[in-house]
């Protein structure tokens, strides 16, 4: 079976700072992905970051990186600079190659202070 | 470039009821997923859309139907409606059943009375 879990429900962090958003996943098959989504208070969730379970290397893109342990399961977001913006929820999520959907974490409510 | 489009924004049922939201893809998208998305929660998936097919489904009772017309736009139809169907339904494309990135829509929030 597959899971994903986020341990923490709230985090706040100071603007201009970095914050890490934990993720744990379980699954026993070889080849899958593991994704992050920010989902702002209208509802939409918005793509952030990718990692193959194959990939070596840590993912980035922007303010985002993910910090990828395969042996530990964790895929773990850091978000630098973090800015007002910023303020959302924030789901993990993993896909199974061999299943075209997505199993989602509970959630992360991220808030970023002034 | 279009993203993906749900309708309609918001939709109050009573108890019983049926209801329809459909989902638009993304232009060049051919596969459609639907999600449950119930307050304080992570999205659960529900069933996927390829070729006019329900290819992968989650842990929902029958009451939760679709389609998929050959333009790839996308139904989800529930019947019988309950109050635990209150959630945001999210719609979600992507390219054939291989491609890892999906795109979500706006999302539909249902409120059942």
């Known amino acids: 079976a597959q899971k994903i879990t986020q341990t923490q429900p709230g985090m706040f962090v100071q603007e201009k700072e970095a914050v890490t958003l934990d993720c744990t996943y379980d699954?026993?098959?070889?080849?899958?992905?593991l994704f992050w989504y920010k989902q702002p208070s209208s509802g939409e969730m918005i793509f952030l970051i990718y990692?193959?379970?194959?990939?070596?290397q840590n993912a980035t893109e922007g303010r985002y990186s993910l910090n990828f342990q395969k042996a530990r399961k964790s895929a773990n977001l850091v978000i630098s600079a973090s800015q007002l913006g910023d303020s959302a929820m924030y789901f993990c999520?993993?896909?199974?190659?061999?299943?075209?959907?997505?199993?989602f974490g509970s959630g992360t409510k991220l808030n970023v202070k002034p | 470039d279009a993203g993906v489009t749900q309708s309609p924004t918001h939709l109050i049922k009573t108890r019983g009821q049926q209801v329809t939201l459909r989902c638009s893809p993304k232009?060049?998208?051919?596969?459609v997923s639907w999600y449950q998305q119930a307050l304080g929660q992570g999205p659960q998936f529900i069933f996927q859309?390829?070729?006019?097919?329900?290819?992968q489904r989650g842990n929902f009772p029958d009451r939760f139907s679709g389609h998929q017309f050959p333009n790839y736009s996308s139904e989800l139809n529930v019947n019988a409606l309950l109050l635990g169907d209150s959630a945001l339904y999210l719609c979600?494309?992507?390219?054939?059943?291989?491609?890892?990135?999906?795109?979500f829509g706006p999302g539909t929030r249902l409120t059942v009375t």
């Open positions: 999520a993993m896909r199974v190659t061999n299943f075209n959907k997505f199993y």
């Open positions: 232009s060049g998208h051919d596969t």
């Open positions: 979600a494309s992507n390219t054939g059943l291989g491609s890892y990135e999906q795109y």
């Open positions: 990692q193959g379970s194959y990939d070596e």
């Open positions: 699954t026993s098959d070889q080849s899958y992905g």
């Open positions: 859309y390829y070729e006019e097919e329900e290819r």
